[in-house]
Each structure stands twice: as structure tokens, then as C-alpha cells.
């Protein structure tokens, strides 16, 4: 309701504003019986944390989680893990002149339409800093995905018209995280470097895409329609900063497809169970898993702060203004969004697999044998 | 969590299989007093049900609505409108072959894998026909979006490789009821007919996008991350049957944009308020609306119930088997997708304004008149 | 939300006026594969239907249900089951002179002030018929119960100032269904009706309450603090018409006992687990499932609608006024009450059922042996 | 779901157990522009804390909170506001003998059976420390309604067999604070304090309850059925460690009530509008506030941590066994537990507010003017 919320089962609450004294995350619903350290979730926190290189702001956060509760001898108790992360380096002067001016394009104008009050102090809550409560939560539910088999990796797929080549998915594991952008294609990493440097140069910005894939997810997982994998998945990226566009399977392109070439058909599988024969669906029949790769892909437009001038208005003088966000602000975004699609993406599976693949299996055991039309795969875990 | 419900307080809740005894809506939350009658349902049901044309399913449902209870001498009463469909058409047979086979691309494997048993009849919940609901729902918050100058419509942007040329509002309000594709270019539906016609006569199908616009949304509705309006806009379009990708603003195009072109800057409007001077942010910024027109696409792939030879596979038999999906079947799914987006749509925007621009504003009253950096624009609805 | 959801998992929605066309039920989240008729529903909405004795109002309804989807084969296929009665026997005149002025003690001054309108056709909303609903859908949650051996039942154990004798579960399953008033003690129902008919002679309504008790509720269901099973077993038994008080185990009288008297000890079962050796805490412990019975009890005042004279207000004249509440109205409540209450604990149990004893038990497997604090009960179904 | 959380639109979400590090809160959907410092929320606090007197534990607990987001030069800001209260004496060593043995009539035991681990380090989240969080959430609702002029109150009212008095209301918020018992009956706190001594020197504990009132409530919050206010309210208060029982009005007492003594007939107040002559209702019908002051009674169980010898099982011995749960226990629980009920009390009031009386009132002016059956009563807050 208030936008801190995701998830049913394996629930995330946030808090917190670039401007305040910390930023903070409650993960309720994790099993007991996880192995789990600061160091699990700081691992995470690093990928994200900004002063990484040229191309993230300069920032210094060091982002040191600590774990308040739902531990105790290295093992989740079952109860809420709360976690919090300092803010070290909240700047403390106003953000002169944006505090009777909104920035073009941020949510300066919007929060205070909403709440009625101006949150002065960069972005507040619409900061992408609070997406480190993401990351820290979705350690979390990877490493429940990891016991399990369950694997996922995103990476950078395209900046500005810099598009990487197709990769599978060992190479996507393997090379995404060798250079700084985060694209496992590493000549188009080049590119892209490039690319951004030039931007940036010039005191702008670019936009990009993030692609992300996984392996080892049961089927089964899901539900019809408004709780399809999809529906929640989307709901989950578009809630990520500067998105404006999610899709998977064959996406936006399924468009120009014929319904021939884009079925997959059914062949057996090792167990003698039905499995497609292609994946042009991205893992995701009816909004429910088929035990294929999921596959898709995020738009972050271009970061809003940059240093080239932008008119805006005062509403103290009623005059409008030249103005440059001049601060400590990355030339791009999916760079340090990787580990936030891959958070999001963890958070979702998590929440879809307490919920459950079967509800309540065993109740099939007393069903007449004769009732013939019965088709009961093989367990989602086998 | 089961996929039958949406609206945080206007809230859907849907049942209803495509062969059984009837489909059902309840909607609660709506404000009482709003004037309400079955034909004010009627009409949006009439744009969605089958045998409209040609390139539509031949499936006889008059899908005339009843609605059961919320309605006091043709005003709503603020208690829960009850809203049944009956399904006449539903044909009783089993759909052989597919009792023991699953169809390519459709939700039979994946409904068993989740549920442990087989519904053979037909596509079941997994039926487009369970947006009669939403439409049903939809055309509830659409009166109350009028009441309060709030317009919305959507049309057929792409079939296939053809492509419709951009329109304004008022032409899409016109023109798109005008033509069986539902398209508001008129030359672009022509051929957009000829190539549906040519796929169905080949036994096959095709995909297609559906465009949306709003006028008249107030600003300040919507609620950061996960609350934000996109996000929950996102959840519900993906929970289209056959939603493939939705985006809003640029959407995937932002990715090529810098952020000099893409930021929107601020001038005043004529109550001396800020307004966006351009709308490439698609009427959000930090998930809350601005004001200006909300747009956006969602993608729907090709029907995958088609005539053309497949392959599958019999459980029974332990064979694969070749098959046909012969039924009543639409060859493309945007015409009739088009009441199902502006559903959502409505719907989305409904549950959004019930919860409210600002968080209880006369809250506000009482801050000292001395604190300069507090914003307060003119009331949403002025 | 909107008072007309109940439950996590298994999600009930309801909706329906006294004066409309029909009351509807939609329950969501039922496992597939539970055999399930109308005939099973039937059976428990005749327990509750109005005429079935001199005590209870004499308005004429069958209340048949029909079962509308989410049944295929006469079991159920995992999607929502959509359940309808109709309102055979709604007198449509309004009930004059209350159009323009409340009856005492009823929600009719409530419920305009909240939805700033009128609902004249009697109780509309508030009317105790509305619990129909929740009788059809416990019918549901009482089946799925019984396949696993868990019973539940309860009986009236006070009507005004007569009390039954306490009754073992065998005589509260045997005799409660025995006589009028729903009370397993034969010689208490005796006197209980006489003192009903003494008030209803005299225009009068007297209050009552309703014991309730299970059997084979598995332990480890439940979850701390807002979520404990009183918690949310309190919720719905407070949203039974007339309810004003609800305890469970040693009740209100608690708190004259001291904590050794209270406290039951543990010893051993058969199976070597822990098991308390009394059960004073009433099958809850921490919020969660001992294993033991539980039971508690719910208060419902006298019925509002009296013949006996009162004094309202009548808003379009401004003047006081005399009234008497004359209609078919029950002069006592528990009786009828009896499946509602039973209703309500069987939908409270599935849920918790539902959400499960462990959160994923499985995912302990691979705890180091050595961890000797860690005590894991024999699982909750053996 | 997962017990730690409470509230629609004004959201609670808590972590901690006693032997963590801190103890948690996010409170989100706090209107902005509240003026809030940590002081506010300290005050409560202050009131629960340990070690206040002879009759609460001596755990040293400052019990100081630290606020970490949602707030601006001393304003909320509309975003959520993150709380923390570190842990300063949790005492390290494990509770032996109880790490194999649960202790009688605690969570040990349930615990384990959910979560299939052992929380050995004292109560762990079932600890009654964790209604630290929610009297910090509760500082911030009392302050909301305060700005509206709603008050609220409770006190110790029974511990064992000592009866409080009747007290009004303005001897309710003057003497309640008065003594160690917080009970507003001076006499009757004497009496209590001496019957605490007494169990207390015999390693014993007793039991107790709390009373609640309100005033300025205004009238048409609430909703039908199952979010009706006592529904919504009694779950709150169930949710309380050590709560056996909840009642509101007459309460359990009105079963004895005849309908002609306890309806409360209507007079007009001085803005012309009707007003129930008496309160035998409690200030709720329908499930919605009818202006008059809430009021009821909450039953807590005495303390099961005593030092007198008790039977329980040790699991590792497979034997029996006596002990004595010696440490810093609370002899009876009402006295700090009635900060606890005023601190659910305000955030069930605070949630209903924002959800509104009238759903969305100024829908109502182009009601036609003839319809006459409509009334309208003066809005809520004047």
C-alpha cells in the first residue's frame, strides 16, 4: 500500500532515505534452519555499493550490514531478520537550489504532490540507495535458492545502442562480472565503456537494459493470472528505479510472431514426463513455471541527474531557473542494477516457492485410480 | 496468492472456468452512491464477448450480466456488488485429444504440475474467457474515472509487421470502435485485417500490441517502489493471458536516450503550479503520477490454439502424437484485449485514487507558516 | 479491507443484502482433488436456515446452493469455487417507519454515517443472513478438515441465565444437535427454551453463548503475535453479528488464577515428544498449536429486533418517536449461531493448515548433527 | 502472515527476540507533516520499560530508541519511519536447564514444533520484550489522534480476585499513573500491590486485567464483518502475550441481557443528528463507530515464568524433570501491560481513520435531491 512492501510468504519491509541515519530491511517468513552470516548479505552489498569504479557515483558508503535479530548460532530461528545499513556519507547541507525547485525528471514534484511536504535532501525515499535494503533482503532468499540448486544471473545486455551478443548461461555466470559495466560479452563491454565515458564527459547521461535467466526452477511454481510469475515478477522490476519496460519469453518481439513458430511443443523428458521442446515461452505457461529457464529483460532510462543545464521553476520566486544536479551521480544505471534484477528476481522465486508448488499434494493419495484423466508429474524437486 | 484477486481498496475477486456453470465477479469498495445499472456493464461486456466478427471466436455467450447485490434503487449502497455471467456455450464434451496430452504452449501442463490433477475441459481458469470478470469490473470503476472527468482508452497498435501511425487522443477515442481490429489508423486496421485472414486461413495465428493513454489523472496518486503505480500497473497488464511485455513513458526504447533528451523539463502551468513542459516520463515520476497523460504497450503473442499440425505427447500411451487445436479460436488476441487493458487499466487508477493523493492532507494544516522548503500544489482534483 | 475477506491462503469473499437478489461466496485457494457436492454444502446451510423452528424467524428461505465453478468430476480443481443462494423470500417494501429513522442497537445509523446513504431494505449488509455465506464456504474447510481427522463442533452452553453442565467432546458431537436450541446438555435446553419463549411472549430477545471445541488439530500451526491462531481466530469470531466477547482456554477467568495453578506441566506422549500434561492454556501456546483441544467460547447479545416498544429519532421530521421492531426476527441467536461459529473455527484451522506446521521442515536436513539444542519434534501429521 | 505485522493503510512491521541485538520497527503510512521527535516516543516507553519497580523485572533495559528514517527537521515526511531499541542486557548464557526441556505453559515447546529449531536464549521472539516495538509504534498513532482530539486510556482494573472500582473517564487518565499497579482505584491498587507481594514471596505469579476507554472517536470508521472494529481490534489485543480473553461493551456479561435492557434507543444530539441515549454498546454497531467512547476489557494470564518448582521433559535425557524458572521475571503482567493495550488500541484507530469514514464522501453531492431516503449525518470531525 505504501510502496515498503514485497512479497507473501517470504515478506520484505523497507525503510529508509539517502538523507537519514540508516537504511533498514525486515525479511519475514525465512525458513529456520539457514545458514546465514553478515558476510552472506555484505557479499551482495559490495556488488552494489556505489564508488566501484569511474562510471559509479563517488559516493562513499561503505554499505556494512549488521543483523539485528533471527540468528542465533549461524542459523535463522525462523523469526523476522532485521537488518540495518549506516548511512555514512548522507551529505548534510540541502540540496541548494533544488529545495524550492524540482529536479527535471525526479520525483521532487510527485512526492510532494503526494505528501504535501518537500524532502529536500536528495532523493529521499525515491533515492536508488534504498535499493540496497533490496539487495541485503534478496541475499537472503539466494542463498534458499542456492540449497536448492537454483540458480540466476543477470547482466548488462545493452547501453545506449551498444547491444551485447547472446550469451548462455555459463558464460552469463561466468564472465558478467569480469569488467565494470557487468556485460559477460566483454567486447561489448569495451563498447559500452566507451560509450558511458563519453556521456559522462559531457556532463549527461545514458539508458540501458538489463537481461537476466535461471536455472534449476521447479514447475509448477505460480498461479493463474493476478498472481501469475510474470504478474508478480513484473510488479517487482517495475518497481525498481528508472524502469520502463519489463518483458520475457520473446517479450515485445512476440509481437511479429506467427502462433506456428512460436509454440513449443511437447516431447518426454528423462523422467517420462511432458517437457517443451523449445523455450520460446521463457519458462512461463498460464503464469506457471514449466521447469524451463526464466528469461527476460528490464529498460533503466538514463539517470535524471546530470550536470548539462535543464530549466525548472522556483515556486519561492515563481520565476523559472537554468539549473545543473551537480553531486555524486552515476552516468548509468544497469551497472549496479544487476545485483538489484538479480535481488528482485530471488525475492519473487523465494516467495513463489513457499507458496508452494502443489498446494497440499498428499490430498491426491485418496483420488479413484479409474479417475483417468488424472496427469500427475513427477514431483516438482525430483 | 491465488490469483483471482486485485485492488488494494477496490478490490476484485473473480471465479469462473471457462466450462462451468457460470463466471462471478465481486467487487467491494466502491463508493456508494455512484448511479450503477447492468447495462452500464452491459455495454463494455458487448465490446469483449465472442462472434463480434470474423476474426473472433465463433463461441455463442450472450454474456449477459446479473448483478446480485450492491445496488439500492440504482445507486450503490458502499457494500459489495455481486456480478454474474452464465456461460451458455460451453460445450460438455471432453476436448479429445487433449485429456491425455497436454497442447503446445498452453497452461494444461503447467495447471497439472501445480494442482496434481487435469482439467480437461477446454482451457478452464486458464481461458481467456475469465476476463469477462475484469471487464465486468472494469466498466464499474470506469463510471466512477467519468464522474470524475477521467478518460482512458486504448486501441490496436500492431499486428504482426504492421504497424499503426501514432494518434492523438481524440482520434484514438473516435476512430478505434470503428473498425473490427479495434485500430484507431483506419488504413493500418485494413491491413492489419488482411493479415490476420491470411494466417487464419492458414491455420495459424498471430501476435499483436495493445496501446493505452489517460486524460485527467490527477497527480500525486501512486506511492513509491513497490506500490508505485507502474508496479502495480505492470502486475495486473502481465496478468493478461498472453501478455508477453508491458512498458510505459519510452519504455524499451529509454534505453537508447540520453538523459539531456529524456529528462522532461519544468515550466509553470496556469495555476502557477510546475507542470512538465514534455511527457517522455509518461505521466510518472518516481512512481506517482504527475498529471500528464499515463501511456504505455502491452504485448500479446499469438493464440496458441491453432489448426496447424503439432506435436505433443500422450501420457496414457507413452507416444508422442501429432495434433490439431480445431475449436473456436480467435486468430489474434488484441481487438478483443482492447476492453480487457482499459479494464486494468481503470481499475488500477480507481484502486489508486481511492487510496488517495495525499495521505490525509488537512493533516498539513497546522506546520508552521515559516517553513520555507514545504511545497504544497494546488488540491489534485482542482 | 472492505469486511468481506476473510482468511491467507484459503481466502473466502463474500457478498449479499438481505434485500438483494442472491448472497455469493467465493472460496479461493481450496487444494484439488477434495470431492466436494453441493449436497455437502447443503448440508450444513439447513443447520443454519431460518424456519426450522418456533425460535427462529419464520422467513421463508431454502437457501439452495449452487456451486459455479472450481469443480470438475465432483472434485475440486484447485481454482476458486464461486457458490450462490438465492433470496427467495426478500419482502421488497421497505421497512417503514425505519426509511427515515434508526432502530436501536442496529447498524443502520453506523452504516449511513460510513457510507453516507440508506439502506432502508432491512439489515442489508448487517443482517445476520449474510453469514450464508460463511456456512457454504466452512462447509468446504470442515470437509478438508475431516479427511485429515480433525473434528470441531460446538454447541449453545448458555442462554440468558441458564447454563448447561460442562459436556465431554463425545456428548457435545451426540447431543448438541439433539434439540432446538443446539445445547448438548438435554436438561439445560429444556430450560433455555422455556426462558426464550418467555421473551419472545413478552416481545423480548435475550442473549447467549456458544462453546466450541476441536479435536486432531496437528501442533506447530499457527505464528507468533499478530498472526497467533487467537489472534486471527479472535478476528473472526468478533465478525460474527452480535459477538461481544471471545476467549479461548481458561478465558476472562484467568486472571484470578495464580501461574502454578494455571501452568500445565509437561510429560511424555507415546511417541517420546513432549506433551502437556493438562490443558488449561486451551491448545495454544505462544500463539501456536500444543496439539492439545482447543476451545473456547463466544458471546452474542440479545437480538436488537424487538416488538417491545422503543424510542428513536426520525431525521426528516425531527422528532422523537415510538417504535416496535415487528418482522420475522429470531429471539435468540446462539441456536442458529451454532454452524456459524463452527463455520468460522474450520475456515480459521484450514488457513493456519494451509500456511503449515513447518515452514518448509524439509530444509532442515542438512543442519550439522552436533547442533544438540535443536529439538524437532515427530512431524505434526504422524 | 508471519506474525509481525499489523495495519492496512498505517503498517507495523517488527523484529527482535530478547536475546538479539536490538529490537525493530517500521511504521509506514504515518501522514507527513506530524511533528515527531524521539522524546515522543521515548515517553511511552518509559511506561513499559523493566525495572520500574519492585513488581516488574530488574532486567536493566533503557530501553532508549533511536529513530533512522521518515523524518525532516523535525516533521514526518510521509515515507516510512525505521525505529531501533538495542538490546543491552540480554544475558548470554543459554537458560539451562531448558535448552533441552520446555519450560511449562511457555512458547518452548510450539516454537520448536513450528519452526523445527530451538530458540534457547529465553523467550526469544515470544518474549513479551517485543511489545517494545509496538508501544514505540503506538507513540506515534496516540500522537496523530491527539492532533484530532481523540484520547484513549487503560488500566489495571483486576489482578486475581482485587476489583478495581468504576472510574470515569477523567479519573481514568488522572489516577491510572499514580500508583505501581496503574490502577486508577487507589484503594483497589493497595489491595493488588499487597496481593502481588504475597504471590510473589511464594515463587508464585497471578493473573489480571486491563481496562480501555476512548473518547472523541468519530463516528462511521469501521467496516462490516470481518473488518469491523472490535474484529480488527480484538485481533490486536489477542495478539498480546498472555491474553486469554477480549470483550467490548457488555462483553461476556450481556449474555444475561434481555434486547429491550440492553438496546440503547436513539435521541438527537445538539447538531440535530441522532446520538444512542446510553452505551451499553460500547461504542460500536455494525462493526462501525457510533461516535459514543469505545470501551472493553482485556484478560491476561499470570506469568509462567515462577520460581516454584514445576514438572517438564527433557528430550536429550528422555526423563523427567523438576525446575524453577528462576530469573527476572514480572510477578503479573497488567501493570506493564497497559501502555501495550492504549499502544494497540491507538494504531487500530489510526489505521481505521485513514481508511476513512465515508469511503470517498464527496461522491455523494450530485446525489438526486428527491431521493429522500438518503441521510447524511454531519461529518465525522465536527
Given amino acids: 500500500m505504501n510502496g515498503n512492501r514485497f512479497g507473501r510468504l517470504f515478506q520484505v519491509t523497507t525503510y529508509g532515505e539517502s538523507h537519514g541515519e540508516a537504511m533498514g530491511v525486515t525479511v519475514s517468513g525465512c525458513p529456520a534452519g539457514l545458514e ?3 558476510e552472506d548479505v555484505q557479499r551482495d552489498l559490495d556488488r552494489r555499493k556505489p564508488g566501484q569504479s569511474m562510471i559509479t557515483t563517488s559516493r ?12 542465533q548460532d549461524g542459523y535463522t530461528t525462523g523469526t523476522p531478520i532485521g ?4 548511512n555514512k556519507d548522507a551529505r548534510s547541507g540541502k540540496y541548494e537550489p533544488f529545495v524550492t525547485a524540482p529536479r527535471p525528471s525526479h520525483g521532487d514534484f510527485t512526492y510532494s504532490a503526494k505528501f504535501g511536504t518537500r524532502n529536500w535532501g536528495g532523493g529521499g525515499r525515491s533515492s536508488a540507495r534504498e ?4 539487495v541485503a533482503a534478496g541475499a537472503v532468499a539466494k542463498k534458499i535458492l542456492a540449497e536448492r540448486g537454483i540458480e540466476l544471473k543477470a547482466h548488462v545486455n545493452q547501453i545506449g545502442d551498444v547491444r551485447a551478443d547472446e550469451v548462455n548461461f555459463e558464460e552469463l555466470v561466468e564472465r558478467s562480472e569480469e569488467n565494470e559495466v557487468r556485460c559477460a560479452d566483454p567486447d561489448a563491454a569495451d563498447e559500452m565503456l566507451a560509450a558511458i565515458d563519453e556521456y559522462q564527459r559531457e556532463g549527461d547521461s545514458i539508458g540501458g537494459s538489463i537481461y537476466f535467466e535461471t536455472r534449476g526452477v521447479p514447475r ?5 493470472r493476478f498472481d501469475s510469475v510474470e504478474a508478480r515478477l513484473g510488479q517487482a522490476m517495475l518497481a525498481i528505479p528508472a524502469t520502463t519496460a519489463f518483458e520475457f519469453g520473446l517479450g515485445k518481439e512476440a509481437r511479429e510472431w506467427a502462433g506456428s513458430d512460436r509454440n513449443d511443443e511437447w516431447k518426454f523428458d528423462s523422467n517420462g514426463d511432458p517437457k517443451p521442446a523449445s523455450n520460446r515461452h521463457g519458462g ?44 555524486r551521480h552515476d552516468p548509468v544505471l544497469p ?11 530471488a525475492l519473487t522465486l523465494v516467495d513463489f516457492m513457499l507458496l508452494g508448488g502443489y498446494i497440499n499434494p498428499d490430498r491426491l493419495d485418496d483420488r479413484p485410480g479409474e479417475y483417468d484423466t ?9
Fill in 284 to 327: 512461463l505457461q498460464g503464469g506457471i513455471t514449466t521447469g524451463e529457464p526464466i528469461y527476460g529483460e528490464v529498460t533503466l532510462h538514463a539517470p535524471t541527474s546530470i550536470p548539462k543545464t535543464q530549466t525548472t521553476v522556483d515556486w519561492e520566486t515563481g520565476e523559472e531557473k537554468e539549473v545543473q544536479v551537480i553531486g
Fill in 374 to 382: 488424472k496427469y500427475h508429474p513427477t514431483a516438482p524437486d525430483e
Fill in 220 to 224: 509448477g511454481l505460480g498461479a493463474p
Fill in 335 to 345: 551497472p549496479r542494477g544487476v545485483p538489484v534484477v538479480e535481488a528482485v528476481l
Fill in 83 to 86: 537488518m540495518i545499513i549506516q
Fill in 36 to 38: 546465514l552470516s553478515e
Fill in 131 to 134: 535499493t540496497v535494503n533490496w
Fill in 60 to 71: 562513499n558508503e561503505p554499505d556494512a550490514v549488521t543483523i539485528n535479530s533471527g540468528i
